[in-house]
Structure formats: structure tokens, C-alpha cells
């Protein structure tokens, strides 16, 4: 088995890994590497094809894979090492990670670890709707990735589940797909999303918002023909081929889980300290592993002050 030695090394190759990786190579550590699971880096934003990324960090507005791309070049050009295609499958002890990838199996040590595994949608399954495993169900990343990476066929009629941010940006995809969006819903009294977008959204897309509405069951046998859902003990079916279940996240912290990193029991997430550090460790997690959810420049920003703190502690144990 390959064994190697770096300075970092940062397990997720979405905005904050790459803006981590970035501000550590400007902070003069050599030895940088970033693995991804994927085939390309970038995070979730590569495949969100709306405008609205960049704002806080880049100072710009720019679609999803613009975003990601950027920092992939920064980060690129900055000297980082990027590794596709590799996952972290458990660890060796605290300072080591084993890795798999089509070269095979290798162990990497670090001086420090970045755990930036991000946070996924809760499925179908994870929310145990009843009704038989008809086609046509997706998260807003699945949908995505559908849409614009593999260009497949989506269906015609979508009901969405849940009316957070993310909710609203898998409208606009499905508009993209072509498949209109005849309502949303959510369990809560309002949405969750910033003031002013479901208004706007619903009067662009025409579609319903329903609130203190949940989801009965999932009807149809090989493709989704419609869905029972319920309101205030009303209940009704709404005729649709398609369901896009959005939000309610849950932090990737299996790795996290494999060290013995206490979790928080209200978000699932690792229990750091104030400067993101794991205590009595030399393990930091930055993005949306750490709960509740964050844009993509939001994290971006935390990766970089992160590896602020991780090099000048490199650079004082050099000096």
C-alpha cells in the first residue's frame, strides 16, 4: 500500500475545501492536498445552474458551476494538490486517513486534517413516506445532477417537499427541465427561505405554497402518479409524476463517526471548539459539516479563516 505525508490535508473538495486550500498555500504551507469522492470538484455548487453564488466571498454574482470552477483554478494555481475520484474510507490513527481511489489503496498523513464533507438532503427513505419505489423522486441535488450534468428525462408535473432556500432553487431547475412546478409544501407555518423569494418565485413559476401541509403517501407503481397529502386533517391528491424531496439536512459525518468525534445530538454534527478544531486533536471541520445549513460563500469565508488558524499554528512549530 502507497503511503505519503503531507502538511493538510482536506477531505472535501466543495467551496470550503478549496477556499481552505487556497489560504493555506498563501500562507506559505507547502504541502496541500484536497481529496474529492467525485469525478471533478467543486461541491454542490457544479451542478446548481442559478445565478447568486459569490456575493459575500468573491464579491461577485455568478451561476453555480462559474463559482465552482473559480475556485478550482484558484486553488489549482495556488499550488494545491486536488485528487478526484478518492475517498476517505477510514482512519489509520488520528493524524492518518485511508484512502481508495482507481490507483488503489493509500495512507496519508497529515500535520493537521480538514474534515469539509458538507451535508446532504434528506431522501425519501430518510423521511419513511409510505408508497411503493415509483420513478420520478429525487433530493434538489439528484435533480440537478439529472438535469444538467446527464441530461435526462425529469417528467412533467413536480411536487416539491419543503420550502427552504434550496426548495426555490429546485423551482428554477425544474424550469430549466421543463416540468412545471404545481406546488410546494412544507410541515412548518411559513418557509424558510430568504423574505421576498417565495413571492417572487411563485409569481414567475405559478405554482402553490402550502404550509402546515405533510406528505400521506406516494402514489403510483413504476412511475409516480400523484401524492395524498394532508392540512389541518384535510386531506387530498395532488396529480403529479414527479417529487422533489429538498432540505432537512444531515451532516456527511460518517468519517467524523469513524474517529469518535463526539456529535452534537440537536444538528448531527461534530462537536468543535471555537476555532473549529476538534479538541485534544489535530482535526478541524469547516462548511456545512457543521449544522445549521450555510451558503456555499458563507462556507467558503469559514474555510479560509479556518486555515488562518491552522497556519499560523504550522508556522510556529516550523519557526
Request: proline letters at 3%; hydrophobic letters at 40%; aromatic letters at 6%.
Amino acid at each position: 500500500m502507497k503511503s505519503s505525508t503531507v502538511d493538510v490535508l482536506i477531505v472535501g473538495g466543495g467551496p470550503a475545501g478549496l477556499a481552505a486550500a487556497i489560504e493555506l498555500k498563501k500562507s506559505g504551507i507547502k504541502e496541500v492536498r484536497v481529496i474529492e469522492r467525485e469525478k471533478h470538484a467543486g461541491g454542490i455548487p457544479r451542478h446548481s445552474h442559478h445565478p447568486g453564488y459569490g456575493i459575500r466571498d468573491l464579491k461577485r454574482f455568478l451561476s453555480g458551476p462559474n463559482y465552482a470552477n473559480r475556485y478550482l483554478a484558484k486553488a489549482v494555481k495556488a499550488g494545491a494538490q486536488i485528487s478526484t475520484s478518492t475517498t476517505a474510507t477510514d482512519w489509520i490513527d488520528k493524524n492518518t486517513l485511508q484512502l481508495t481511489s482507481p490507483s488503489g489503496l493509500e495512507q496519508v498523513s497529515a500535520k493537521a486534517i480538514v474534515l469539509a464533507t458538507g451535508a446532504r438532503e434528506r431522501g425519501r427513505s430518510a423521511r419513511a413516506v409510505a408508497g411503493k419505489r415509483a420513478a420520478g423522486i429525487y433530493t434538489t441535488g439528484s435533480l440537478q445532477q439529472a438535469t444538467y450534468l446527464e441530461d435526462l428525462y425529469i417528467g412533467s408535473r413536480a411536487l416539491i417537499v419543503g420550502a427552504e432556500h434550496v426548495s426555490f432553487s429546485a423551482v428554477i431547475t425544474l424550469h430549466h427541465a421543463k416540468v412545471k412546478t404545481v406546488a410546494l409544501i412544507c410541515e412548518s407555518k411559513k418557509h424558510q427561505s430568504v423574505f421576498g423569494i417565495p413571492f417572487l418565485c411563485s409569481l414567475i413559476y405559478r405554482f402553490k405554497l402550502h404550509t402546515s401541509t405533510k406528505i400521506i403517501e406516494i402514489l403510483g407503481d413504476k412511475r409516480v402518479s400523484g401524492v395524498l397529502l394532508e392540512k389541518n386533517g384535510k386531506q387530498w391528491v395532488e396529480s403529479v409524476d414527479t417529487i422533489i424531496f429538498t432540505g432537512d439536512w444531515i451532516p456527511d459525518h460518517e468519517l467524523a463517526r469513524k474517529a469518535d468525534i463526539a456529535i452534537d445530538s440537536r444538528y448531527k454534527s461534530p462537536i468543535i471548539t471555537t476555532d473549529n478544531q476538534v479538541a485534544n486533536s489535530d482535526i478541524y471541520t469547516i462548511g456545512n459539516l457543521n449544522l445549521p445549513i450555510k451558503a456555499a460563500d458563507k462556507c467558503a469565508l469559514e474555510g479560509k479563516k479556518v486555515a488562518k488558524i491552522i497556519a499560523t499554528r504550522l508556522n510556529k512549530v516550523k519557526a
